[in-house]
């Protein structure tokens, strides 16, 4: 039975998903949160504005990264899909679940758009 409550902000999220310009790669939050993220002494929350802060972030990708952009934003999305279908940690609130998931269909081509 998870012991507290982690409502995870776009600087964990950017770091998690090793935006450029955006982390430190050798923060070692990646590996310190998916240990986190599979202890289940935590309930991961992820609010709404995280999602949407985090997506502008990885909009910003410059294009000189290759098609990194579109992979990050890709794999963020199938992330936030899976808490909403209760697939991972994470959990959304509900009243957020059908607004995001319906914005989060057009998400990689405007990511891919700048």
Not at 15 to 31: A, T
């Amino acid at each position: 039975m998870p012991i507290g409550l982690l409502l995870i902000d776009s600087s964990i999220m950017l770091e998690y998903l090793q935006v450029p310009g955006k982390c430190n790669k050798n923060s070692g939050i990646p590996k310190q949160f998916d240990k986190l993220m599979s202890s289940g002494e935590y309930t991961l929350y992820l609010p709404i504005a995280t999602v949407f802060e985090t997506g502008r972030h990885i909009s910003q990708i410059k294009k000189e990264d290759g098609n990194k952009r579109r992979k990050i934003a890709e794999y963020f999305i199938k992330r936030v899909k899976m808490a909403i279908e209760g697939r991972t940690p994470f959990k959304t609130l509900d009243w957020e679940a059908t607004e995001m998931s319906e914005w989060l269909d057009s998400y990689p081509d405007f990511a891919q758009a700048g």
